[in-house]
Antibody
Framework: QVQLQESGPGLVKPSQTLSLTCTVS??????????WSWIRQHPGKGLEWIGY???????YYNPSLKSRVTISVDTSKNQFSLKLSSVTAADTAVYYC??????????????WGQGTLVTVSS | QSVLTQPPSASGTPGQRVTISCSGS????????VNWYQQLPGTAPKLLIY???QRPSGVPDRFSGSKSGTSASLAISGLQSEDEADYYC????????????FGGGTKLTVL
């Protein structure tokens, strides 16, 4: 059974960089076939796709966030990470990591982490 | 404002059949498959339907999905109290070099 777990600071100051890591267990990121993803949910709102990465390092980002987002992968630790720069209060959200099957026309997220709330405040 | 349009709320009584719609465009639903997620209060979303109408293992057959043109629907038959949740549709969008887009979500209330 694949499990994903987000970790990182729950509070980030405005203008700083938000950094989160997702640790994958029960499966290997480097086995291929999946996009490793970040999705966020603003308080009381819907879901927003941030982007995802393939084990090879290929990345796909939400155009509205692309200038501030970096997703990277560390196959040796079976982890992938999110960095979001120049954050503002509008980036306060629950951040989820998830796995998406890479072989379909619309990749779907079959495993999700429990989510971690990140608050941007001074 | 979400790229995919869902009604903000839906409701039904136990045993009823309810449907939730998801409207898009030619660049997303019109050319790609639709997936649906269920989010129970305080939990992470869960995959409910993939590739328009496929159920993952463990999802009851009370849940079904369909797609026609640039719209999709999720149907829940034999409504149960535990179905009270938020439901989201999602699809790949071919515009702007491609991106995953979600609907705004529909809150289902079981009366």
């Amino acid at each position: 059974q694949v499990q994903l777990q987000e970790s990182g600071p729950g509070l980030v100051k405005p203008s700083q960089t938000l950094s989160l890591t997702c640790t994958v267990s029960g499966g290997s990121i480097s086995s291929g076939g999946y996009y490793w993803s970040w999705i966020r949910q603003h308080p009381g709102k819907g879901l927003e796709w941030i982007g995802y990465i393939y084990y090879s390092g290929s990345t796909y980002y939400n155009p509205s966030l692309k200038s501030r987002v970096t997703i990277s992968v560390d196959t040796s630790k079976n982890q992938f990470s999110l960095k979001l720069s120049s954050v503002t209060a509008a980036d306060t959200a629950v951040y989820y990591c998830a796995r998406a099957l890479a072989t379909t026309v619309s990749p779907y997220f079959d495993y999700w982490g429990q989510g971690t709330l990140v608050t941007v405040s001074s | 404002q979400s790229v995919l349009t869902q009604p903000p709320s839906a409701s039904g009584t136990p045993g009823q059949r309810v449907t939730i719609s998801c409207s898009g465009s030619s660049s997303n639903i019109g050319s790609n498959t639709v997936n649906w997620y269920q989010q129970l209060p305080g939990t992470a979303p869960k995959l409910l339907i993939y590739s328009n109408n496929q159920r993952p293992s463990g999802v009851p057959d009370r849940f079904s999905g369909s797609k026609s043109g640039t719209s999709a629907s999720l149907a829940i038959s034999g409504l149960q109290s535990e179905d009270e949740a938020d439901y989201y549709c999602a699809a790949w969008d071919d515009s702007l070099n491609g991106q995953m887009v979600f609907g705004g979500g529909t809150k289902l209330t079981v009366l």
